[in-house]
């Protein structure tokens, strides 16, 4: 529970003791760690969370031999209501994403693309706002994605003048309500136990549909206009893989060689998939194997390579199914049936934070990977073996095979697939996934019981009832998102607790002295913007709370305008790709430049904070 205000000389005598500034120094670092692309969110987390408690173990903080905080106190954020809820609904959220039970919808979107594109651009927004209101909008960008990749191809406009207009609508709708998004609920929970107001399920709708209409309108009037067209990162950058046989003549240099010193001549980047001695007779691929004229090594690989295998060898290429013409400018290689399709890497898959090999992608899968795009390094260009290259969330993996495979892929529902088609998933247990989820919301919006029973119990009907399995459960948590929740929620309590955040606070509001108090809720909702744009929303949410809760307190006004602030502000990850995760994925599939956030997404901030700035202290009457 947060303390009664404070009366104006003692607010003046407020000094920071030695726990208070380590908690801020502490928190200082774990600011600076959330930006490092290199170190992962949930290792800087945990490293903070440790450094934390051993402090406060070792060094108790005590007042007049009272224990005021102890280590123990900040394992509490693992039992956080909130941190509870925002599990919870990630698993439901998973069963609308396996089930298809949004298919009708996006069908839907998907017949208004072949038609009226313009007008479709505007569903497509107000879809993805809507959604995103009620559940994650990773699945929903997922499954958007390739809806606008599909009808961009079909109907030739550009896809990177909707697709980031698209996530950033997701955004925008997803600040509405207190489900949307896990920072609104960790807002809402951690201003719960500071003892504030208890914040209803549609409490803020109305001033989030008033400035987010105004963003949304922003998104489809004015945002395709001020983005570049963009090339998607695997257009056209990778030749296809083609099977083929090299047969070994004689007197070539293969002839009488072993296969160690056959694969040395080409470098050791010939992949030999078998070698056929006659009708019915292979080799085992030892590297002792000795071949001999008539030899044929089965291979796959670009035509450049293969062409360059041919020579050095002394061998003669013919396609794999054409053994009586020699490859050449008459009868030139062919893949037939391949499909190359676009393999774009999310949080959850079986292969984020893996190599190809590691999870055993070709033999699992029938597809070739060709070609690889850093989300975070785009213009590097990757070398060496894919298949052994650690993959990240936003990566894009271009891949070839077969359309069944690239079809069965798909349909696994385990990864996000841009092949230009527009087929989902849809099972029996659709309908039966989408009336869990409006149990769990009405529940929750009708005050029968808080979001995180309501959102357990959706869980276990999920469950129950088969739209929902535990592998599925547990691969759509994110670690990342709890461990960083529970070290923010840690360091906001430490704030807290050590009389920091009251500090801060005072600081704040010295500042801005003389300022109306609009003015001054103004300034920190830019000042809660900024810092998301730059560190975890989260972090920036669990750590912003306390702090506006005290800046209230000493203005003396409500501290709901204030909770508010850093709801909306902690919300708005627009103008930098790695604000929100989603942004990586739109980074990525939509072939964008960090710049192309700064064009859209400054102005849509800029829209979003005036608007907040002016109708907050109407509604609050500040």
């Known amino acids: 529970m947060y303390s009664p205000n404070y009366g104006e000389g003692v607010l003046q005598s407020i000094t920071p003791d030695v726990h208070g500034i380590a908690v801020l ?75 298809g039970a949004l298919q009708p919808l996006v069908a839907v979107v998907g017949r208004a693309w072949s038609t009226r594109p313009v007008l479709a651009l505007l569903i497509t927004l107000c879809a993805g706002a809507v959604l995103s209101a009620f559940m994650n909008n990773t699945p929903i960008v997922v499954l958007l994605m390739p809806i606008i990749v599909g009808a961009s191809l079909r109907s030739k406009f550009s896809v990177s003048g909707v697709m980031l207009p698209m996530g950033l609508a997701t955004i925008v709708g997803g600040m509405s309500t207190a489900i949307g998004t896990s920072t609104n609920l960790l807002v809402v929970g951690i201003s719960q136990d500071l003892g504030m107001h208890q914040f209803g399920m549609f409490e803020w709708v109305l001033p989030v549909a008033i400035v987010g209409g105004v963003g949304l309108l922003f998104l489809w009037l004015v945002a395709p206009r001020l983005l570049p067209e963009r090339t998607p990162p695997m257009a056209d950058t990778s030749p296809r893989i083609f099977s083929a046989q090299l047969h070994v003549k004689e007197g070539g240099f293969a002839d009488g060689k072993s296969l160690s010193e056959v694969l040395a001549k080409a470098d050791g980047m010939m992949r030999i998939d078998k070698i056929q001695r006659s009708e019915s007779l292979f080799l085992a691929k030892l590297p002792s194997v000795k071949l001999q004229p008539g030899d044929r090594l089965f291979v796959k690989d670009t035509p450049d390579n293969l062409k360059h295998y041919e020579q050095v060898l002394g061998a003669t290429l013919f396609n794999i199914s054409d053994v009586e013409h020699p490859v050449d400018e008459e009868t030139p290689l062919r893949a037939e049936g391949q ?192 810092m998301t744009n730059v560190v975890s929303n989260n972090a920036a949410a669990a750590i912003g709370t306390p702090i506006a809760v005290s800046i209230a307190q000493q203005l003396g006004v409500s501290p709901e305008p204030f909770i508010l602030a850093v709801l909306f502000g902690a919300n708005m990850s627009f103008a930098t790709p790695y604000g929100y995760q989603t942004n990586l994925l739109i980074l990525s599939a939509g072939g964008y430049k960090f710049s192309d956030f700064l064009r859209v997404g400054i102005p849509l901030t800029i829209i979003m904070w005036v608007g907040f700035s002016l109708i907050l202290p109407v509604l609050y009457d500040l």
């Open 339 to 530: 499909q190359l399709a676009e393999v774009v890497i999310t949080r959850g898959s079986p292969l984020h934070l893996r190599s190809l090999a590691a999870a055993r992608f070709s033999s699992s899968y029938g597809l070739m990977p060709l070609a690889l795009h850093r989300a975070r390094a785009p213009s590097s260009q990757v070398t060496g073996d894919l298949n052994m290259i650690r993959l990240r969330a936003g990566d894009v993996l271009l891949v070839q095979g077969s359309g069944e495979a690239i079809s069965n892929l798909k349909d696994s529902g385990n990864m996000l697939v841009l092949d230009g088609t527009t087929d989902l998933p849809h099972t029996h247990n659709a309908k039966r996934a989408l009336a869990i989820m409006g149990f769990v919301v009405l529940a929750a919006a009708l005050g029968i019981m808080p979001i995180a029973v309501s959102a357990v119990v959706g869980l276990g009907l999920m469950i129950a009832t088969g739209c929902l399995g535990w592998r599925d459960a547990a691969a759509s948590l994110s670690v990342p998102i709890i461990m960083i929740i529970v070290t923010a929620l840690a360091l906001g309590k430490a704030l807290v607790g050590t009389g920091m955040a009251d500090f801060l606070a005072i600081s704040f509001v010295n500042a801005a002295s003389g300022l109306p108090t609009p003015m001054i809720l103004s300034a920190f909702l830019l000042l809660m913007t900024l």
């Open 25 to 99: 120094i502490l928190t200082v670092v774990a600011l600076f760690l959330f930006t490092r692309d290199r170190i992962p969110l949930e290792s800087s987390a945990l490293a903070i969370l440790i450094v934390l408690v051993t402090g406060f173990e070792l060094f108790p903080y005590e007042k007049d031999g009272v224990t005021l905080l102890e280590a123990s106190d900040f394992f509490a954020g693992f039992g956080n209501e909130a941190l509870v809820a925002i599990c919870a609904l990630m698993m439901v959220g998973k069963a609308l994403e396996t089930t």
